[in-house]
Each structure stands twice: as C-alpha cells, then as structure tokens.
C-alpha cells in the first residue's frame, strides 16, 4: 500500500518561514518527478514545484526565489522549504510522486492528503 506523509505546516506570521517535508513508503517502481502542489480556499489545485531525479527543479513564479524544492532518493523524501511567506501563500500543500512503468499507461500519480499552511497577522 502507498503512503505519503506530509509534515511540517501550520501558522505563522507574513515573512515566516516553514519547511514542508513528505515522506513515502510502499512504491515499487523508479521514481520519477517528485512536486508540490497547493490548493488555497475556492481555487483550483496548482502547481508550486518539482524536481527531477537528478536534481532539476522547475518553480512557479510566485514560489521563485521564497521557495526551494529537494528530494532524498534514498530517505523516499521531498521537502519544500518556504521563506518569506505571504498570507496569499495560504493553502493545504500537497505532495505528489509520479511513478514510472515500463508499460501503459506508463506511470502513475501519488497524493499525500494535504497539510495546512496559514501565513496570517
């Protein structure tokens, strides 16, 4: 059975730093990209970051230069760290691992269940 666990949220003040971390157990296949999404109250899911297997990382505009993405191939690990949070940075975060398949369809997505950042006053 596959689990991702995300860990790591919570409150904290504009200009806060929190760092997110998801850990994953019972995947079989090579990994490929690994990512973070977000989903803030009445908007559509979306993509914050992701990364490679070899390290390449890919960020959305708004996470740019606040946020960085890694990933522990051998502790099953991606985390996301995030400085100088804005309260519009307010959203669960979601991990997300794709799995590779030599066959179709090919691979498959993996969700954690989501863990709750509020950037607030």
């Known amino acids: 059975q596959v689990q991702l666990v995300e860990s790591g949220g919570g409150f904290v003040r504009p200009g806060g730093s929190l760092r997110l971390s998801c850990t994953f157990s019972?995947?079989?296949?090579?990994?490929?990209?690994m990512a973070w999404y977000r989903q803030a109250p009445g908007k559509q899911r979306e993509l914050v970051a992701d990364?490679?297997?070899?390290?390449?990382?890919n960020y959305r505009m708004f996470a740019k230069g606040r946020f960085t993405i890694s990933r522990d191939n051998a502790k099953k690990l991606v985390s996301l760290e995030m400085n100088n949070l804005k309260p519009e940075d307010t959203a669960i975060y979601y991990c997300?691992?794709?799995?590779?398949?030599?066959?179709?369809?090919?691979?498959?997505?993996?969700w954690g269940e989501g863990v709750l950042v509020t950037v607030s006053l």
């Open positions: 997300n691992v794709e799995e590779l398949w030599d066959a179709p369809p090919y691979g498959k997505d993996y």
């Open positions: 019972g995947i079989t296949f090579p990994i490929n990209k």
């Open positions: 990364i490679t297997p070899v390290g390449y990382t």
